[in-house]
């Protein structure tokens, strides 16, 4: 028995590798044979698979045999494998090296929110790869996609109608070298942590709840000093304050997956439902510097450990109501959290009067993403009808976020010194809703036996509402009297230092810094409409040609509830666009075709990165703030593809491809009061090219040895070209430094012009060697992704550039019996080389880690039993 996986059940295995677009609709290409003697018979087609023989755009296919293969826990990993395809943050896939601004996401047809800040895209890694049924990653646009196509967009595809009734059960465990087992940091929280629900604990306390209704800034101005003692010793303490260590769990991770497809009498239900637990801690010690005028300011050793908890769960009902009508209905639910404790020792050169700095932050995220959708398809004849409508909602709440900063100087090894904002409690949530709906048809007109023209249409809704909202506060110093807060309590830890005693009108009160801007409101809505013709114009040569209307509006608003006036002015982008798409098709031999497209497309700003709301980024602790003056990104594309298919899954691919990007939108690094800041900008023009090359091939061994006889041997390689390079010298562009003021500057003033785009990587490549027998299944992947600049630097600031070296991963699977009955026994190896995360800066300095650290060797094993 060949090695088996509930997925491979799934009637739409077969199907989900396809890509339904506006010109979509290919026929069988196979001519019946002639009644009489001819002297020649051309079989065109006959060896290109359906995916990429029923479409005629530049697609990368992710099949349900490719996911078992590589055996990656979540969706991120898992693109990866295909060509032009690489991973930022561990969760944000890239598409020819453009940025996940660049690059959009679908769940089933539909977009989803992201929780995340500082994201449009949804992080892929909250998709767990067990409810996945497949992906497909289109290069070319096409009207049928949304306009807001870059480097290309990703659509997942979940699991759909079973064959036959299954359940399995999966269990796992790993550890990884360099946290599993060894003492990293934590803190007390609550006993339901590990669940991922942070309890009633973290909820805002009631006091300060009650001050915040009252609509006024939480000082001494607003509130009498009895009250401001009352508020601030509500504020739980030790649990989220105090830091120890302890040693690491290992990875823990366990799924149920189950289906059925019932008879009712003519009509088909299957059901899918799947639950999913994964569990895991990880240490980084690493170095972050940050240089300035060639001369390093800060230098620190940042111990961080992150407990990452994740929960998912799916639901999919599909009816079948006869062969021509199929209505599907599907749930998703995932929630990610993660449980941080951070300490970090080193110099900073603004502070004074040091020998040193200790800093200490914990922090609570919980992610949550929610999703309904209700599809149908329809067949009427000719005519092919199909229709969706999603609800989504994100959610990212992160009570008591905590910072505290602590002087190392010649006579105490650790004391509180009172600095500005030297401590720090942060209570932030954003909630994300978006509505989507559309209605596509199409229509074949035979026009021969064999040709066939196809007449497209669609209509597509879409609205997004985000609400961020940020409560900062501070406790600090009222009085100068150093016998009110001698040195034996400054000396203390966090909750000793504030304890009730401390918290008194002459000792510490709480004050609210929370500023004009710190909150706001983000509105999308876009209304669309295209049409698309779909046609063998002459024999073997087929065009796909359309256009997409697309009329948004886009409103960002900082706010705050005390009445103050924001010092940004609301952003109102209203534009609409024409956006055209071409793309021919030869077909001039039976195993070979020949591709090329031309289109226009957008990318509009992020929420985000038009909201001049000050934002701590948690993964590297970095201040980014918005530019409300940002523009859309228009695109001009232009894309070529040979394609030759060698047999089953086996192929060789050459595609190459230009982009001209008006006004992309650029990170940037200025200097702010004792750090920096990241801000973004719309350099005046860039340019892209390069070209891509896949291979995959399966063989048998020529050596004589039963051993490598008896397996099927796989391999592929693919690697993608980019050179980018921004233009625009003597252009005027908004200068990042006088935010939220809008001053214009020529664009050579920030270095915009000749280098290349930020995010852009010159060199991707992806491989895998392995071998699938009778009951076992090997394979080995290695990616890697070259060197690109992840912040522009701006005057005295160097680039910040991230080099994600070389992943190397091994996946075996075994199929066993015990005592009767069928498992699946899983091994995985990641990261076998030990690439650490490096990040840094050139400068006169040399080079100096802006946040490196070692992300060491992930081992896991699974068991998964089959009924």
């Not at 080193?346 to 200790?358: F, Q, Y």
């Not at 077909?587 to 001049?612: C, K, V, Y």
Request: charged share 20%.
């Amino acid at each position: 028995m060949k090695l088996s996986h509930s997925r491979r059940r799934l009637k739409s295995a077969l199907l989900l590798g396809t890509v339904w677009c506006a010109s979509s609709a290919a026929v069988a290409q196979t001519e019946p044979s002639p009644a009489e003697p001819v002297d020649e018979i051309v079989v065109v087609g006959r060896n290109i698979p359906d995916p990429q023989r029923n479409t005629s755009e530049v697609v990368s296919v992710l099949t349900v045999d490719d996911l078992d293969r590589a055996g990656d826990d979540n969706a991120a990993l898992a693109l990866t494998r295909l060509s032009g395809l690489s991973l930022v943050s561990g969760k944000f896939v890239y598409v020819r090296g453009l940025g996940d601004r660049y690059s959009s996401a679908l769940l089933n047809g539909s977009p989803l929110p992201s929780p995340e800040p500082l994201r449009r895209q949804v992080p892929l890694d909250l998709f767990p790869s067990n409810i996945l049924g497949g992906a497909t990653v289109q290069k070319t646009f096409s009207p049928n996609y949304p306009g807001e196509f870059g480097g290309g967009i990703i659509d997942l595809r979940t699991i759909d109608l079973p064959d036959e009734g299954f359940l399995t059960v999966k269990l796992g465990g790993g550890l990884n070298t360099v946290s599993t087992m060894k003492n990293g940091l934590v803190y007390e929280g609550t006993d339901a942590d590990w669940t991922g629900l942070g309890g009633s604990l973290r909820n805002t306390p009631p006091a300060l709840q009650a001050a915040i209704d009252q609509g006024k800034l939480i000082n001494e101005f607003n509130f009498t000093p009895t009250e401001l003692e009352t508020i601030g010793e509500s504020l739980v303490n030790s649990p989220f304050t105090v830091l120890q260590r302890e040693l690491q769990n290992p990875d823990v991770e366990g799924e149920v997956t189950a289906g059925d497809t019932f008879d009712l009498g003519g009509v088909e239900l299957g059901l899918v439902g799947v639950l999913g637990y994964d569990s895991q801690q990880r240490t980084e010690d690493a170095i972050r510097q940050s240089v300035v005028s060639g001369l390093i300011e800060d230098d620190f050793v940042a111990t961080t450990t992150n407990w990452d908890i994740v929960f998912n769960a799916f639901a999919g009902a599909s009816l079948k109501l006869s062969e021509d009508h199929l209505v599907r209905l599907s749930g998703l639910l995932v929630r990610s959290t993660q449980k941080k404790a951070q300490s970090a020792d080193g110099t900073d050169d603004n502070a004074s009067g040091t020998i040193g700095i200790h800093r200490e932050a914990t922090a609570w995220y919980e992610r949550q993403l929610a999703s309904i959708q209700v599809s149908g398809d329809h067949f009427f004849g000719p005519l092919n009808v199909r229709w969706r409508a999603a609800g989504s909602e994100s959610r990212r709440d992160a009570p008591y976020e905590r910072f505290i900063a602590y002087d190392k100087t010649v006579t105490f090894p650790l004391i509180y010194s009172g600095r500005t904002l030297g401590n720090r409690t942060r209570f932030s949530y954003l909630n994300d809703q978006v509505f989507n709906a559309g209605l596509d048809a199409d229509y074949t007109i035979p026009l021969s036996d064999y040709r066939d023209l196809v007449l497209s249409a669609g209509l597509v809704y879409s609205k997004t509402d985000r609400d961020y909202t940020q409560r900062q506060f501070s406790f600090i110093e009222t009085t100068t009297d150093p016998a009110l807060i001698p040195n034996s309590v400054r000396v203390n830890r966090p909750d000793f230092l504030f304890q009730p005693d401390s918290i008194r009108p002459d000792g510490f009160q709480l004050q609210e810094f929370t500023g004009r801007d710190d909150s706001y409101d983000g509105f999308l809505e876009n209304r669309a409409a295209y049409f698309a013709v779909d046609a063998e114009i002459i024999p073997r040569v087929q065009v796909a040609a359309g256009v997409r209307y697309e009329d948004a509006d886009q409103e960002v608003r900082t706010l705050n509830s005390f009445g103050l006036t924001p010092f940004a002015a609301p952003v109102n982008i209203e534009n609409d666009y024409f956006l055209p798409a071409v793309t021919a098709t030869w077909n001039f031999a039976e195993d070979m075709l020949l591709r090329a497209g031309f289109s226009q497309t957008i990318a509009r700003p992020q929420f985000r990165e038009l909201a001049f709301t000050p934002y701590v980024d948690p993964e590297t602790d970095r201040v980014y703030q918005g530019n409300p003056f940002l523009t859309d990104s228009k695109f001009t594309n232009y894309d070529a593809r040979y394609e030759y298919y060698l047999g089953r899954n086996q192929f060789v691919t050459l595609a190459g491809f230009y982009k001209k990007v008006d006004d992309p939108v650029e990170e940037v690094i200025l200097a702010s009061q004792g750090g920096t800041v990241t801000r973004f900008i719309n350099a005046p023009q860039a340019t892209l090219y390069g070209g891509e090359f896949e291979y995959r091939t399966r063989f048998d061994m020529p050596f004589d040895v039963p051993v490598l006889l008896e397996p099927e041997w796989l391999f592929s390689v693919n690697y993608t070209f980019t050179q980018s390079e921004v233009n625009g010298t003597d252009e005027l562009i908004v200068d990042p430094s006088q935010l939220p003021n809008r001053v214009l500057a020529p664009a050579s003033v920030f270095g915009l012009d000749g280098t290349e785009l930020q995010g852009t990587p010159k060199h991707i490549v992806n491989a895998q060697f392995g071998w699938e027998a009778e009951r076992s299944q090997t394979v080995l992947l290695l990616g890697w992704v070259s060197e690109r600049i992840t912040r522009r630097g701006l005057g005295s600031l160097p680039s910040t550039r991230e080099t994600p070296g070389i992943q190397l991963d091994l996946n075996h699977k075994q199929n066993i019996e015990i005592y009767g009955q069928p498992f699946i026994l899983g091994f995985s190896a990641r990261n076998l080389l030990g690439a650490d995360h490096e990040e840094f800066q050139l400068s006169t300095a040399g080079r100096t880690e802006a946040n490196t650290y070692a992300r060491g060797r992930t081992l896991s094993a699974s068991l998964t039993a089959e009924f």
